[in-house]
């Protein structure tokens, strides 16, 4: 069965289609938990509330995770608070901002 690293390794696969960040190092991932049955729940928030890619996120997540082993379901819980900020990204994640010219 899979492991919470190795979703978490999955799940930066999934990147944010506005910014071309994945998701983990954006800091957009708060938590993850899988049941017995393989089901596996991520606590996660968006850069705003109103993003209008919220749907692909969630095929990306689905996408990355269903391959791993024992995973036979992905639902995304959309946790607005604490609201995501800058903060919340890794050290790679800001590198990458940057690099773009956000910072």
Excluded: H
Excluded at 4 to 19: F, G
Excluded at 34 to 55: K, R
Excluded at 84 to 90: C, E, Y
Aim: glycine content about 10%; aromatic content about 6%.
């Amino acid at each position: 069965m899979a492991t919470e690293d190795d979703i978490r390794s999955a799940m930066k696969e999934v990147e944010d289609p506005e910014l071309g960040i994945n998701i983990v190092d954006l800091g957009l991932l708060y938590g993850v938990r899988q049941d017995d049955e393989g089901n596996v729940t991520l606590d996660m928030t968006l850069t705003s509330m109103g993003c209008p890619l919220t749907e692909q996120i969630l095929a990306d997540s689905r996408a990355a995770l269903e391959p791993l082993d024992g995973v036979r379901g992905v639902d995304i819980n959309w946790v607005w608070d604490p609201p995501w900020s800058p903060d919340s990204m890794s050290e790679e994640g800001r590198f990458m901002m940057k690099v773009m010219g956000y910072g």
